[in-house]
Each structure stands twice: as C-alpha cells, then as structure tokens.
C-alpha cells in the first residue's frame, strides 16, 4: 500500500512534468515496440487522455485514497518558503511539516500549496493551515511523504477556525441586512439565527463573543422595549 502511495503521490505533484517526460517515454516505447504511424497515434491518444484525466483527477483521487486507506495524525506546519511558481496569479508556497504518528513519533514531509491535498475538496477553495496551526491528516505508514489534510475533523484547530470564519462572514452578512432595515422581520430572524449558530460554535474571541451575545439578547426583547 505504502508503494501505491507513494506513486500516486509522484503522479499527483509532478503531474505537469509527466508531459515532457511522458513523450520521450512514449517515443522510446514506440522505436521498442516498432510501432507503425496509426500505433504510434494510438499511444499518443491513450497517453494523452490519462495526462489530462490524471491533471484534472488526479489529487482528488489521491486525496481520497488517503482518506479512505490511510490512518489518522496529527500535524502542524513549521514553516513556509517560496517555491518561484505561481498559480492562479498566488504564489506557490512549500509548507513544512511535522507529523505525529500514532506510536511511531515524529517525521517531517512537506507540501506545496498548489497539491490541492485537502478532503473533502473545499467548495469555495483551497485554504491551509498557517505555520504553528495544528491540523489533522490521513497517510499510509511509510509514505509519509503523502499525506491529505482532513477539512471535516471535529478535533481539528484548522478545521474549526475555518468553521468559525465562515460563520463570522455569514453572520457578518446578516448583520448588514438587518442594519439596512431592521423593521423587516424575515432580515431579524436570520440575524437571529446566525448569532445563535455563530455563539454555539464557541470560537474562543471573548470580545466578539460578548458583542453578539448581547446583540442576540437585545433581539429577543419585544421591538417595542428596544
């Protein structure tokens, strides 16, 4: 298993430079095997078809293979450096990592933040965990190398500031309609409702938290006693 991983890892971070690599291996083949014009065609066609399924795939089907084959751990990134490369007009960063293995201590791998190694995939994009943030992440012993960060583990300080950001936005959102007409009382009920979602989450910001508490206090007074 450990050898599947550490292919499907190879695939996934390289697979840009499996192009140029891939046709000089395909031209080989073809002067090995004395393929004719409509072979060498062949070959092409199936290789290109797997370079832009592995492309496009390829990480969310590492991702879940990690997820589904791999055990639990606990992980913190160290630091980060630039990798010279860009994506999406953001820079690429290399993170460092630490992980503790359950009964077999500490290893360090790494990731780049273009490895879109996060499951389950993030609908609104990928965001990592920042140097000194623990995490949670699924490997397979002895490719350590390959690893998926976990964005749905309860246990996870990562995956809870995400959750508490996400609820501040929504929140954040609610409040603005409500200011805008606070006499509406279907914009009074989802600010309701999302200082009660955002208060039970307890995101550990007692300034915040206080605020909202009150603000949802004062919303369930009778309009007439405001």
């Known amino acids: 298993m450990s050898a599947l991983s550490l292919l499907l890892h190879f695939t996934t971070t390289h697979r840009f430079l499996l192009v140029p690599l891939g046709l000089v291996v395909l031209f ?17 066609l199936l290789y290109g078809v797997l370079l832009v399924l592995n492309v496009f795939a390829g990480p969310r089907l590492n991702a879940w293979f990690l997820h589904r084959y791999g055990i639990w751990a606990e992980a913190l990134v160290t630091h980060q450096e630039g ?8 820079p690429v960063l290399r993170c460092w990592v630490l992980l503790r293995r359950p009964g077999a201590g500490s290893a360090q791998s790494s990731f780049d933040t273009d490895d879109f190694n996060l499951y ?15 995490f949670t992440v699924r490997y397979v012993p002895g490719a350590e190398a390959n690893f998926v960060i976990l964005g749905d583990d309860p246990a996870s300080a990562f995956v809870r500031q995400q ?4 609820a501040l936005q929504q929140l954040s959102q609610a409040a603005r309609q409500y200011q805008f007409d606070s006499a509406d ?3 009074r009920a989802e600010y309701r409702a999302q200082l009660t979602q955002y208060l039970r989450r307890r995101c550990g910001n007692p300034g915040l938290d206080e605020h909202y508490a009150h603000e949802l206090r004062r919303l369930a007074r009778p309009p007439a006693a405001r």
């Open 120 to 134: 389950p995939a993030p609908p609104d994009g990928y965001q990592y965990p920042a140097p000194g943030q623990p």
């Open 28 to 44: 080989a083949a073809a002067w090995v095997l004395r393929l004719d014009l409509r072979g060498r065609g062949r070959l092409v």
């Open 185 to 187: 009382g279907g914009f």
């Open 163 to 166: 959750q508490c950001t996400g």
């Open 83 to 90: 990798t010279y490369r860009r994506y999406n007009k953001h």
